[in-house]
């Protein structure tokens, strides 16, 4: 799977049809998907963009820059998607990039160059109809499912810190899960709960 036309060749001036291809269908999915919340997050079209995890689970660590002269780097976000993986299964899904953005965003206003402590990433069906019949805080459509969902913390800063930074940009739904020790965040709808 590409994420990008970075290796394609293109004549000064000119937009590839997959770059345009792209931009298009970006700029159209808000407008047909109802509820789909459009981020008030806006991120430098070309600065790049890095990450840093700590799966609690897998105990692997990884940063990465994963958005690099405009354009996503597929070697990176396919480690980033390795980390996140439902660590029960070992099933690899793919992060929408939108949740990556959503974090360097969070990253930024938390003012901070720890990683982000990962509680679960992305969950198999399986794996989250499970959790789902042991607690009934667990979503049965869950987005941890489609790779646009992700439960964290992060050292040194205050959980109520990280909830108010991630709702203030936006970007989708926001869980507060305080005696877990855990923030949801997540590319659906703007909620809060």
Do not use: C
Request: proline fraction near 6%.
């Amino acid at each position: 799977m590409s994420y990008g036309a970075r290796d394609e060749k293109s004549l000064p001036g000119t937009i590839s049809r997959r770059r345009f291809v792209r931009t298009a269908l970006m700029a159209a999915v808000p407008m047909m998907v109802p509820g789909v919340a459009m981020a008030a997050l806006r991120l430098p079209g070309t600065k790049p963009r890095s990450l840093s995890f700590y799966n609690l689970h897998t105990g692997e660590s990884l940063k990465r820059t994963y958005f690099e002269d405009g354009d996503y780097v597929p070697e990176a976000l396919h480690e980033i998607n390795y980390v996140l993986r439902d660590f029960r299964t070992g099933q690899v899904k793919t992060i929408d990039p939108r949740l990556l953005d959503l974090l360097v965003g969070i990253h930024r206003n938390l003012e901070t160059s720890k990683p982000f402590d990962v509680i679960s990433g992305y969950r198999s069906p399986a794996t989250n109809a499970m959790l789902h019949a042991r607690s009934e805080g667990v979503a049965v459509h869950s987005l941890h499912i489609q790779g646009k969902a992700i439960d964290i913390r992060v050292p040194g800063r205050a959980l109520v810190a990280l909830r108010r930074t991630a709702m203030s940009l936006r970007g989708g739904g926001v869980g507060y899960y305080p005696h877990s020790d855990f923030v949801h965040v997540d590319t659906g709808r703007v909620r809060y709960w």
